[in-house]
C-alpha cells in the first residue's frame, strides 16, 4: 500500500463514519482517531510520510473556513468576554502550567521548550468540539462558546509556540520583542483578511457563476493562510477575519442556488478533511511510540502529569470565569451567552479536546537548534503532545455523550421553536407587505389575488405551523395535503422530463453539452 492508497482509505473512513457515528450515537472524530489508530498498527499500512510544516497550511484553512460559516459576527460580539477569558487568559494560563510541571519533571527539558509544549496542548480544538458538542445535543449558547473558543485560541497558542520555539532555538528571549510580535502577528492577519475578503467580493461580482464562486472559496483560505504567514501575521486570524467578513458582506437573498450549492460544497469539504486530519492523528501514534526508546513507562508517566494539569487547570478556571461573567453578564450585556449552571460548567470543562492543531505543531517542533544540536526534548516533547491529545480526544469524547445525558443537559428546545416562529412572522408579514405594493400597481384577477395571498400566509406557516391558531392550522394542513399532492404529481412529471432529457445524451448525434445544459436547467427548476 503506498501513500496515496492511505490517502483514499482516509477519504473513505471519513465518509463512513459520519452515519456510523450518528448510528452509535459517537462523534465521527473520534471514531476517525480510533480507524488510525488500528490502520496504524496494521502491519500492510504504510509509515505517514507527511513533512510537518505543511500539516497546519493544509489542514486548518479548510477547517476553520467551513467552522466560521455556521457561525455570525453577532455571535463573537456578544461572546467576547468569555471567549476572552478561554482563548486568550486560559490559553496563558495552561501554557504557563504545563510548562512549569513539564520543566520541574522531565530531566533536561530547558523553559523554552517546555513553554513549546504547554502553548501546543493548550489549544482545545475548534473542529473536535463543535463535531461533538452538535452531536450531543448541547444548548447552543454552549455551542457558540465552544466554537469561538476554538477558533480564536488557536490564535493565541501558535504565536506562544513560535517565539517559545524561537527562543529554543537560538538561546535568547526577549519580552518585548515577543510582544511586539503578538501585536504584529494581530495587526498583519486583520489587515489581510479584511483586504482579501474584499478582493473576493469584487471577483465574485465579475465571476457571477456560483460554481466559480464556490471555487473561489476554496482558494481563499488558503490564500489568507499562507499570504498572512509570509507578512509575519497570524494565519489562523487571517482565515477567520476573511471568512467573517465574507459571511457579512456576500449574503445575497436572491442567490439561492449559488448559497446551496456554497453550503453543500463546505459541508463536503468539511467531512473530507475532518477525517483526514483525526485519521492521521491516529496514524501517527506508531511512530510516537517509536520516539520512546525504551523509556514507554517512565515517558507515561510524564504524559500523564501533563493531561492531569491540562484537564486540572481548565476545570479550577472554569469555576470561577463562569462566576465572573454571570456576574459581568446580569449587569450589563443580556446578550451574552453563557453557562447558565454548574453542569454546564462541567460539560464546557470536558468538552475541551485537543486535535489537529496540537499535531502539527508537535510535529513541527525543529530538529536541531541554531548552534547544530538537537532540539532539547523534541522526542519527550512529541509523546507528551500525543498522550494529551489522545486522552482529551478520545476518553473525554467517548464519555461526553454519556456525561451530557447524565447531567441532563440539553438543547433549550423552546427558545429554538420561539425564534422559528419569530422569523416565520417576520417572514410573512414581509410577504404580504411586498404583495401589497404590488397590488397597487398591477392588476390581478380575483382567483390569482386570492392565491397570491394565500400563498403569503403559507410562506410562515410552513416554517412554523404554531405561529397561526387550531382553526387556520387545520385549514392550512388540508391545504398543504393538497400541495403534497400536486408537489408529488410535479416531482414525476419533471422526473419524467428529466429521463427523456438524459436519455439523449446516448443518441447518436446528440451534443453532450447541450443535453448537459438542458438538464441543469430542469435541475434548478425542480430545485426551485
Known amino acids: 500500500m503506498d501513500q496515496m492508497t492511505l490517502l483514499f482509505l482516509l477519504l473513505l473512513g471519513a465518509v463512513v463514519t459520519v452515519p456510523l457515528g450518528d ?10 482517531t480510533l480507524l488510525g489508530v488500528l490502520m496504524a498498527f496494521a502491519s500492510f499500512v504504510p509509515k505517514v510520510d507527511i513533512p510537518p510544516e505543511i500539516i497546519l497550511p493544509a489542514l486548518l484553512p479548510p477547517l476553520l473556513y467551513a467552522s466560521v460559516q455556521r457561525t455570525s459576527w453577532r455571535q463573537f460580539a456578544a461572546n467576547k468576554r468569555p471567549i476572552f477569558l ?22 533536561g527539558l530547558p523553559i523554552a521548550a517546555a513553554v513549546a509544549l504547554g502553548a501546543l496542548v493548550a489549544p482545545p480544538d475548534p473542529v473536535a468540539a463543535t463535531a461533538v458538542a452538535g452531536s450531543v445535543g448541547l444548548p447552543r449558547r454552549l455551542v457558540s462558546i465552544l466554537e469561538g473558543e476554538g477558533l480564536f485560541n488557536d490564535v493565541t497558542a501558535i504565536v506562544l509556540y513560535h517565539v517559545a520555539i524561537a527562543a529554543a532555538v537560538s538561546g535568547t528571549f526577549s519580552l518585548p520583542e515577543a510582544f511586539g510580535l503578538l501585536v504584529l502577528s494581530a495587526v498583519v492577519a486583520v489587515a489581510v483578511g479584511v483586504a482579501l475578503g474584499w478582493i473576493t467580493i ?3 461580482g465579475l465571476l457571477g457563476d456560483a460554481t466559480l464562486q464556490v ?52 459541508e463536503i469539504v468539511d467531512t473530507l478533511v475532518t477525517g483526514v486530519a483525526f485519521g492521521l492523528i491516529g496514524l501517527e501514534l506508531h511512530n510516537v ?12 508517566g510524564w504524559a500523564l502529569a501533563v493531561v492531569a494539569v491540562v484537564v486540572g487547570v481548565r476545570l479550577l478556571y472554569l469555576l470561577p470565569a463562569t462566576w465572573l461573567a454571570k456576574r459581568l453578564h446580569t449587569r450589563r450585556d443580556v ?36 548552534d547544530g544540536r538537537p532540539f532539547p526534548g523534541r522526542d519527550e516533547i512529541v509523546f507528551i503532545a500525543f498522550a494529551v491529545i489522545m486522552v482529551t480526544l478520545v476518553f473525554q469524547g467517548l464519555t461526553l455523550p454519556w456525561l451530557v445525558r447524565r447531567l441532563g443537559v440539553r438543547a433549550d428546545t423552546d427558545a429554538e421553536a420561539a425564534l422559528e416562529k419569530d422569523l416565520a412572522v417576520r417572514a410573512a408579514k414581509a410577504a404580504r407587505q411586498r404583495l401589497k ?45 393538497r400541495f403534497q399532492a400536486v408537489s408529488r404529481v410535479q416531482r414525476e412529471m419533471m422526473s419524467a422530463a428529466r429521463h427523456a432529457v438524459l436519455s439523449a445524451r446516448s443518441e447518436p448525434g446528440a451534443d453532450p453539452e447541450v443535453v448537459d445544459r438542458v438538464l441543469r436547467q430542469l435541475d434548478v427548476r425542480s430545485l426551485r
Open 289 to 300: 511510540f517509536g520516539t520512546a526508546d525504551g523509556r514507554e513507562l517512565e515517558m507515561a
Open 202 to 204: 469584487k471577483l465574485m
Open 437 to 481: 405594493e404590488i397590488e397597487e400597481t398591477e392588476d390581478f384577477p380575483e382567483e390569482v389575488t386570492e392565491r397570491l395571498h394565500r400563498l403569503a400566509y403559507d410562506v410562515g406557516a410552513r416554517i412554523s405551523p404554531e405561529m397561526v391558531d387550531d382553526e387556520r392550522r387545520d385549514a392550512y394542513a388540508k391545504r398543504a395535503e
Open 86 to 107: 478561554l482563548a486568550v487568559a486560559l490559553v496563558f494560563l495552561t501554557t504557563a502550567a504545563v510548562a512549569a510541571v513539564a520543566n520541574a519533571i522531565v530531566p
Open 215 to 266: 471555487g473561489l472559496t476554496l482558494l481563499v483560505p488558503f490564500i489568507s493562510y499562507v499570504l498572512a504567514e509570509e507578512l509575519m501575521g497570524s494565519g489562523v486570524l487571517a482565515v477567520l477575519t476573511t471568512a467573517l467578513f465574507l459571511a457579512e458582506h456576500t449574503a445575497d437573498a436572491d442567490d439561492v442556488l449559488g448559497r446551496l450549492t456554497g453550503r453543500t460544497f463546505w
Open 23 to 32: 448510528r452509535l450515537k459517537l462523534p465521527a472524530p473520534v471514531l476517525m
Open 335 to 370: 446578550s451574552e451567552e453563557i453557562p447558565t449552571s454548574w453542569r454546564e460548567t462541567v460539560i464546557m470543562w470536558w468538552a475541551g479536546m485537543r486535535g489537529v492543531a496540537s499535531v502539527a505543531l508537535a510535529l513541527a517542533i525543529p530538529l536541531e537548534t541554531d
